[in-house]
């Protein structure tokens, strides 16, 4: 069995960054915390894999050593609870919004390096499964699929970069189908197609969960996401050029493919397990020719599993500390947001309001459906309302909220192509304004109170029941 290393030398001289800084050093901590399962050797790429990390989901990350026998271990389960991606940061839970926000306002441009660990290794003939262990997840996908994979593109005017994730299918041995969005990567691409021209792109697989995060940071076009990576480990992040193109990837990452998005090319794509939890359906995509692979000596591949923890987390924060710097430019009294589980991490949005006037929950909603079209459902609570306890803000709906006056509804707009009940994207938006009523009488929704029930200290007054329980009674009688 090959042995597969964690600590490297870079990672032992950043004890001065967060946690999260390099993925070794962030395997490390997992390791620490005993947050990491080491799985058997040869567990099967096909199902094997997804099938162990859903079962770890949210509770330990899982590494594969020689998965399907291939030389390559694989990890999964990074970053699938809200606590880990606190400790990756460096601060404490309720403070990753403001952290993420920060980084995402205040950018750091990345240094150059030339002598790049994820260059150790460099393939120019290329059988992406023969190279790569990548895994198929959920029973119906169309076959391998790239999941982790940081796609990063050129504007090509600006040369400004832009990172985002996308679901990248092999399709043949240099080749991979890749679903684009109406997002910033395929604005680049259509702009250089309508000259015939191809993109050159490059794919990180096994970056730092730092930069994963920055990945999905929803700011405006050329703001290049490397740099709010940089912002987020607190000190320019080393990148280093590909060698076939002009990309720019992190140097420590651990693998990285590089290739052309080809102009005027499609190829069917799909079907693919997606966060909705549901399956994208199968269609022409956009095609990635690929030019070459580097790595690390003894590389390390994350996937992460179609509709698990860590994918509808890895989306929902960036999210999050978006909408909430949104809808504070606009509504200052709005004091925190979450974009809940059972929503997918991007279609059910809760806001928690500090409310002064009549209307502004209604106008909450407004803002909160225009500052995202995945956003679908719109919940504002007041401020008794935990809006990260599901069952708080149904309680909210449920005692505060009538349809016939708080309910918000807009229909045949943009919303998620990924969402099946919607027309294509096309569909109906709701908001519920759950607040309550500034005039109503006081005793009306005031929530009901034990005094001191806080206070009491448990551990001293409460203890398991013997067996001879009623002995116990007819002693005190």
Known sequence: MQPVTLSTPEADMAGDLPAGASLRGWLDHLQRQQRLAMIRPGVDLRFGVAAIANRLDGKRASLFPQPGGHSIAVVSGLLSDRQWMAEAMGVESAEVLARFEAASLNPLPWREVGDAACQQVVHREIDLNKL?????HNEHDSGPYI????????????????????RLQVSSPNRLGALLLPRHALAFFQEVEALGEDLDVAVVIGADPLTLLASQAIV?????????????????????????????????????????????AREMEGPFGEFPQYYGERAERHVI???????????????????????????????EATMLAHLRRSFPCVRDVH???????????????????????????LG???????????????????IHDPTEVEWAIATRFQADLDLVLIHESQGSKLDPSTRDGVGSKMGYDATVPLSA????????????QQEVELDKLAHAAPQDWQRVLQMHD
């Open 339 to 365: 974009l809940s589980k059972g929503g997918v991490c991007r279609y059910h949005l809760y806001v928690q309001i500090d409310k002064r006037s009549e209307g502004e929950g209604k106008n909450v909603i």
């Open 289 to 319: 020719e690929v030019d070459a692979v580097t790595h690390r000596h003894n590389p390390i591949f994350h996937t992460i599993v179609g509709g698990g923890l860590e994918h509808l987390l890895l989306g929902g924060i960036p999210r």
């Open 220 to 264: 405006p076009i050329d703001h290049d996401e490397l740099e709010i990576a940089g912002a987020l480990h607190g000190r320019p992040l080393a990148v280093t050029r590909c060698v076939t193109n002009q990309i720019r990837v992190p140097a420590d990452a651990e693998i990285v493919i590089e290739g052309r998005l080809l102009a005027k």
């Open 147 to 166: 999941t982790a994979g940081l796609l990063i593109t050129r504007n090509p005017r600006t040369g400004v970069q832009n990172v985002s994730i996308h």
């Open 132 to 136: 790569l262990p990548i895994p198929t």
């Open 368 to 386: 909160a459906l225009g500052g995202h079209y995945d956003i679908k459902h719109v919940t504002v609570v007041d401020l008794d309302v935990d």
């Open 441 to 452: 009488p006081t005793m009306r929704f005031k929530r009901i109170q034990v005094p001191g």
